[in-house]
């Protein structure tokens, strides 16, 4: 397959391009700055410009099979209450791009997204949504609504995945559907995530759907 990564240059992003390559697909690597290390690979081709517009993501995404979004808020360090250093409508805004970028193409949108957004949001622990008011992924949280209503109502073909907390751990593990069973404290590996997102397109769904993610029940 041949399969976009928007955000490539992101923690998440880097590992799903990397997936991608060691399952033998077609990378172009979509960013706003350029790829860190250079490469000769000549299954991963680099498109760096402006995400939020389509005339730019048109023709980086011309010939896929699929789109993966792995992109994310910014802060300006890892803490939860750092200060945002994006716009606070950024995945709107992309994710409007891609789906007009896309038109009425055969592309597969794969939307990584965030637990508990949107309805869900009641459904976590008091703490978490004490915590979730008071620090900057409050705004990452709204924008993630808005970005999933957009691509909801868009006509193309799309998935949302919703993954709990991101950790650097190396470990993998095949993740799971738990839309139903999710927790406010838990967390996966980004390489975890990355994988799922890669099976995402390569089995081609679930088509229109939502679906939180999550370590199996031990």
């Known amino acids: 397959m041949r399969i976009a990564v928007l955000g490539a ?3 998440t992003g880097r590992l799903t391009v990397e997936r991608l390559l060691a399952h033998d697909h077609r990378v172009v690597a979509v960013s706003r700055s350029p790829l860190r290390e250079a490469s000769d690979e000549p299954r991963l081709l680099s498109q760096v410009g402006d995400l939020t517009d389509p005339a730019f993501l048109r023709p980086a995404i011309e010939g896929c099979d699929a789109i993966i979004s792995c992109l994310g808020q910014n802060r300006a360090s890892r803490s939860l ?3 945002r250093t994006s716009p606070a ?3 709107r805004r992309v994710a409007e791009a891609t789906i007009t970028a896309i038109g009425g193409g055969p592309q597969h949108l794969i939307y990584m997204s965030a637990f508990g957004v949107g309805a869900d ?3 976590h622990a008091l703490l978490f949504r004490v915590i979730l008011r008071l620090s900057s992924i409050h705004a990452a949280y709204l ?3 808005q970005a999933e209503a957009a691509i909801a109502r868009s006509g193309i073909r799309w998935t949302i995945v ?3 907390g991101l950790s650097d751990a190396d470990e993998e593990i095949a993740l799971v559907d738990k839309s139903d069973s999710w927790s406010s404290f838990e967390t996966v590996s980004r390489r975890s995530v990355a994988g799922f997102l890669v099976r995402c ?3 081609h769904g679930p088509l229109g759907g939502t679906i ?3 370590a199996p029940a031990s």
């Open 9 to 11: 240059t992101g923690a």
């Open 81 to 83: 209450f750092a200060r």
């Open 89 to 91: 409508d950024l995945l």
């Open 121 to 123: 949001r009641r459904r």
């Open 143 to 145: 924008d993630h609504v």
């Open 162 to 164: 919703r993954p709990p």
């Open 201 to 203: 397109a390569e089995q």
């Open 212 to 214: 939180t993610i999550g």
